[in-house]
């Protein structure tokens, strides 16, 4: 069954079209990959899914519920939760703060928070210190543990290793499946498309806001077309 159900949705900026009868499904326990160049549109598709933009038209369903348009704090309240691809923590504030302001729309985030402390020992560490001076992947990380304060059903991530070097990267997979395999249905997007489609179920290539192609990760990532056109050989 679909968690996530995005149909025919039209979305762009201004009077810029973006989305182009854009579609996908997300269904339980998967971690779905977008993937496809610079431009594409793939932030755009999170940023609608999440209610940051309107769409223009198409239906966005969670849980089978008509979910178009709704407010971004509506929808963390339904379970749906957004790492964006740039300034996704809070510089200035310390790593428990980060997980506090992910926590506001919890009544105590205090229990869910200690948990996630036990899930990433790293973060346990530097409770005290300053999101700003962790590392790149310890930042990376931090986003994703602030989205998981919510304990969200569906979670968009934004391109969760860019900016990082080759050997973080890794590391930041395996947090994002860690996540997925206590429950949590994952839609997200990576430039590094080959890793991103590794450790997918499925996969969609997105080209000028509307998909290419789609199909299991394995059988894109055998795809000589998809290969060639999107995956760099
Ligand atoms: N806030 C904005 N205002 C106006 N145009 C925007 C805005 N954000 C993105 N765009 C434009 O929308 C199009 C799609 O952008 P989008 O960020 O969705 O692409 P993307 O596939 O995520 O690309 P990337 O791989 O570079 O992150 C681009 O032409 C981009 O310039
Ligand atoms: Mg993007």
Redesign the pocket.
């Known amino acids: 069954m679909s968690v996530l159900e995005v149909r025919d949705v039209d979305s ?3 009077d ?1 079209q ?2 182009h009868g854009m579609s996908l499904d997300l269904h339980e326990e998967e971690i779905v990959c ?1 993937v ?12 609608t899914v999440f209610g940051l933009l309107e769409p223009w038209s198409g239906t966005i369903r969670l849980d089978g519920e008509d979910i178009t348009g709704m407010a971004p704090e509506d929808l963390v309240r339904r379970g749906m939760a957004y790492v964006p ?1 740039v300034d996704n923590v809070f510089p200035p504030l310390t790593v428990e703060e980060n997980l506090r302001m992910g926590g506001v729309a919890r009544e105590d985030p205090g229990p869910v928070i200690e948990e996630l402390y036990e899930r990433f020992p790293l973060l346990d560490e530097k409770r005290t210190a300053k999101a700003g001076s962790l590392s790149g992947g310890q930042q990376q990380l931090l986003a994703l543990a602030r989205a998981l304060v919510v304990e969200p059903e569906v979670l968009l991530i ?2 969760p290793s ?1 900016g990082l070097a080759p050997t973080i990267v890794d590391d930041v997979f395996e947090d994002v499946r860690k996540v997925n395999e206590l429950g949590t249905a994952i839609l997200m ?1 990576e ?1 590094n498309a080959r890793a991103g489609l590794r450790i997918s179920d499925r996969g969609y290539v ?1 080209d000028q ?1 509307s998909v290419e192609f789609e199909g299991n990760a394995d059988t894109l990532l055998e795809d000589p077309k998809v290969a060639e056109l999107y995956l760099g050989g």
């Open positions: 762009g900026y201004g810029m973006v989305l977008m496809g160049p610079n431009g594409a549109g793939k932030s755009t598709v999170l940023k691809q934004d391109e860019a997007i430039q997105l806001g």
